[in-house]
């Protein structure tokens, strides 16, 4: 007899929907299984303005499938509808305050990229002069609108993240009443700065938890797990898994879903983003499973950000069980992670 797990309201609280024929394909991948999800403004142009947000929240929602068909996925059911609320966020440039109250109910945080760290982040901060920044992050604080920081300097590949605490820590002190949170940490540097600063929180991916870089460039070059951050070292990969496994209440699941089709992929220059989103529940399973965690995983992917941003996500129930799932070639255009592999874990419904 398979044993099953149910996860109550998942939410993903980093990730990339892109727009046009991509968003059609993998929106609806996370609002079969997710609740909420917080959406990543990194657009060409990129998300600055009420205008361009309030209509990307459209299109998110219009290719969830709000008001129309949306039968391009087998076992249709539960695919899209109003169950899913994306968390929308705003591309991090040195705002003012008339405009932060102005979009202050359309947003859910501001995202910040070290310009030209990774995708799309051309337009970001060019250096981190904190007295240029404060009227902006003041105002933030005051209107309680967290901080997301992709935090990589542009040094060596391997120590840009950890480069950058000295800024999380200057961004931490200078504005303690700042929630700031750290995305898609990869070292035991960044799991060291939650214990030091009470206002600096972490969102860890599953393939953070699963690979290091050796996986992604140890032996044939795997392009389809080429991320920003990249990969590191396996006492980097155990400091992650150590905090996700017992549910650190400062951790919380971001997948850091980031589809590119496969040409962009499989190619000379490839491009960085590994997609995990409709796997991701899964491979979280067989993880928490395989280490005997099961019962921390809830706290993981939802009860930990219920608390840590104070939200209500829509109701949703995600039964998973312990059956092997084959996962797919493709979707649409994108290769996932682990493409054609076997796992140990799989949807059986949503409710
Ligand atoms: C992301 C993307 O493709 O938008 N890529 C990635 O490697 N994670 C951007 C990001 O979060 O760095
Ligand atoms: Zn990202």
Same mark, same amino acid.
């Given at each position: 007899?398979?044993?099953?797990?149910?996860?109550?309201?998942?939410?993903?609280?980093?990730?990339?929907?892109?727009?046009?024929?991509?968003?059609?394909?993998?929106?609806?991948?996370?609002?079969?299984?997710?609740?909420?999800?917080?959406?990543?403004?990194?657009?060409?142009?990129? %998300?600055?303005?009420?205008? !361009?947000?309030?209509?990307?929240?459209?299109?998110?929602?219009?290719?969830?499938?709000?008001?129309?068909?949306?039968?391009? $996925?087998?076992?249709?059911?539960?695919?899209?509808?109003?169950?899913?609320?994306?968390?929308?966020?705003?591309?991090?440039?040195?705002?003012?305050?008339?405009?932060?109250?102005?979009?202050?109910?359309?947003?859910?945080?501001?995202?910040?990229?070290?310009? /030209?760290?990774?995708?799309?982040?051309?337009?970001?901060?060019? !250096?981190?002069? %904190?007295?240029?920044?404060?009227?902006?992050?003041?105002?933030?604080?005051? =209107?309680?609108?967290?901080?997301?920081?992709? /935090?990589?300097?542009?040094?060596?590949? =391997?120590?840009?993240?950890?480069?950058?605490?000295?800024?999380?820590?200057?961004?931490?002190?200078?504005?303690?009443?700042?929630?700031?949170?750290?995305?898609?940490?990869?070292?035991?540097?960044?799991?060291?700065?939650?214990?030091?600063?009470?206002? @600096?929180?972490?969102?860890?991916?599953?393939?953070?938890?699963? %690979?290091?870089?050796?996986?992604?460039?140890?032996?044939?070059?795997?392009?389809?797990? $080429?991320?920003?951050?990249?990969?590191?070292?396996?006492?980097?990969?155990?400091?992650?898994?150590?905090?996700?496994?017992?549910?650190?209440?400062?951790?919380?699941?971001? !997948?850091?879903?980031?589809?590119?089709?496969?040409?962009?992929?499989?190619?000379? /220059?490839?491009?960085?983003?590994?997609?995990?989103?409709?796997?991701? @529940? #899964?491979?979280?399973?067989?993880?928490?499973?395989?280490?005997?965690? @099961?019962?921390? @995983? #809830?706290?993981?992917?939802?009860?930990?950000?219920?608390?840590?941003?104070?939200?209500?996500?829509?109701?949703?129930?995600?039964?998973?069980?312990?059956?092997?799932?084959?996962?797919?070639?493709?979707? /649409?255009?994108?290769?996932?992670?682990?493409?054609?592999?076997?796992?140990?874990?799989?949807?059986?419904?949503?409710?």
């Amino acid at each position: 007899m398979s044993r099953q797990h149910t996860l109550l309201m998942p939410l993903d609280m980093h990730l990339h929907l892109r727009d046009g024929v991509m968003l059609e394909t993998v929106a609806p991948l996370s609002s079969y299984t997710f609740s909420g999800a917080v959406v990543m403004p990194n657009l060409v142009p990129p %998300i600055t303005s009420k205008e !361009s947000l309030l209509a990307y929240k459209e299109r998110v929602l219009l290719a969830c499938g709000y008001g129309v068909d949306s039968d391009n $996925f087998e076992d249709g059911d539960g695919l899209g509808g109003s169950d899913f609320e994306p968390l929308m966020t705003l591309f991090y440039q040195n705002y003012s305050e008339d405009f932060l109250q102005e979009v202050r109910d359309d947003i859910f945080a501001i995202k910040l990229y070290p310009a /030209g760290i990774t995708t799309n982040s051309e337009g970001g901060v060019e !250096s981190f002069d %904190i007295e240029t920044m404060r009227p902006t992050l003041e105002a933030m604080a005051r =209107m309680d609108i967290p901080l997301l920081v992709h /935090g990589e300097t542009d040094g060596f590949v =391997m120590d840009r993240e950890a480069e950058f605490m000295s800024i999380y820590k200057l961004l931490a002190e200078n504005f303690p009443d700042l929630k700031i949170v750290m995305e898609h940490i990869t070292t035991m540097a960044a799991v060291d700065m939650l214990e030091r600063h009470e206002n @600096l929180y972490a969102t860890i991916t599953i393939h953070h938890l699963l %690979i290091t870089l050796d996986d992604v460039a140890g032996g044939m070059l795997a392009p389809h797990l $080429f991320c920003k951050p990249i990969a590191k070292r396996p006492e980097d990969r155990e400091a992650l898994l150590k905090v996700a496994l017992e549910a650190h209440p400062k951790v919380m699941f971001g !997948s850091d879903s980031a589809p590119h089709p496969q040409h962009r992929k499989e190619a000379c /220059g490839c491009a960085a983003g590994v997609f995990t989103a409709p796997i991701a @529940l #899964q491979l979280l399973c067989e993880l928490f499973d395989k280490h005997g965690k @099961l019962e921390n @995983l #809830q706290n993981f992917v939802s009860d930990n950000a219920q608390n840590i941003y104070g939200i209500c996500p829509e109701f949703k129930e995600v039964i998973l069980e312990n059956k092997e799932f084959k996962i797919p070639e493709r979707y /649409g255009e994108v290769v996932p992670i682990y493409a054609g592999k076997t796992i140990a874990w799989s949807i059986e419904d949503v409710i």
